[in-house]
């Protein structure tokens, strides 16, 4: 059985397996190596996602994930008072929810690969274009300032638990133009901002234990196989 990856987090992981995701990447990068999961729930904060845990990581699984990538966030940060305040959490929470999640997945795997990926940036000018255009508000329901708080919440778990973690929220406000570049709606990914965290991750994993150049495939490659005698491959390789 393939190893498995899963990627656990919001609306910006369950639509990373679009066209140009950063997730459909994961899996083209690991095909025949690792199976890519995922698990990403639309509109969620860190205080729902705890609700999910054991039934995406059960604790009595023989064969848990040997590496998750945990990216919530972008919700958390939603301001009170603005049309999104449902999803609010504060910050101390947020963090706290962090620190929960990765000590249940490290229950259900001691060894698993855990990687915190920081909310992405915020165009605040497009989302209060946004609020405009649907009537619910003419300011913004998210501040970039109020996000890089919950970024920087992020790291600061990730260093206290010994986890893997990417500074999206600043990595991606290095490039000049960041606001349309990567951010389709001044929150959500462009083809570029999913590009951005393919690249973050996958040089996260393979600096780590988890290089999809150094793992076996799960079956002969089919240039290994003898037409006149096949099953030798196999039984050396699968079997």
């Known amino acids: ?6 990627l656990f987090g919001d609306s910006i992981t369950e639509q990373s397996f679009r066209s140009g995701g950063w997730g459909a990447s994961l899996t083209d990068t690991y095909s025949r190596k690792a199976d890519v999961v995922v698990r990403g729930y639309g509109g969620y904060n860190t205080r729902w996602a705890l609700f999910l845990l054991h039934h995406i990581f059960p604790l009595d699984s023989s064969k848990p994930p040997v590496a998750t990538t945990v ?23 947020y963090k ?8 249940h997945l490290k229950e259900c795997n001691p060894t698993m690969l855990i990687a915190l990926i920081t909310p992405p940036p915020v165009d605040e000018e497009r989302r209060k274009n946004s609020a405009r255009l649907s009537n619910s508000s003419c300011h913004a329901e998210r501040t970039n300032e109020a996000t890089g708080t919950y970024a920087k919440g992020c790291i600061e778990v990730a260093k206290e638990l010994g986890l893997f973690s990417v500074d999206l929220w ?38 780590a234990w ?9 079956c002969p490659h089919s240039s290994e196989i003898n037409p006149k005698n096949p099953e030798k491959a196999f039984q050396q390789k699968c079997l």
């Open 1 to 6: 059985m393939r190893p498995q990856i899963v």
């Open 170 to 207: 600043s990595k991606m406000q290095e490039t000049e133009g960041w606001q349309k570049k990567y951010l389709s709606d001044g929150l959500h990914l462009t083809p570029e901002g999913n590009r951005v965290v393919y690249k973050e991750v996958i040089s996260l994993f393979s600096e």
């Open 96 to 103: 706290d929810n962090l620190r929960k999640i990765a000590c």
């Open 210 to 218: 988890l290089s999809a150049e150094e793992m076996p495939l799960d």
């Open 71 to 93: 990216f919530f966030g972008a919700n958390d940060a939603a301001l009170l008072g603005r049309s999104s305040e449902s999803q609010h959490v504060p910050i101390e929470e």
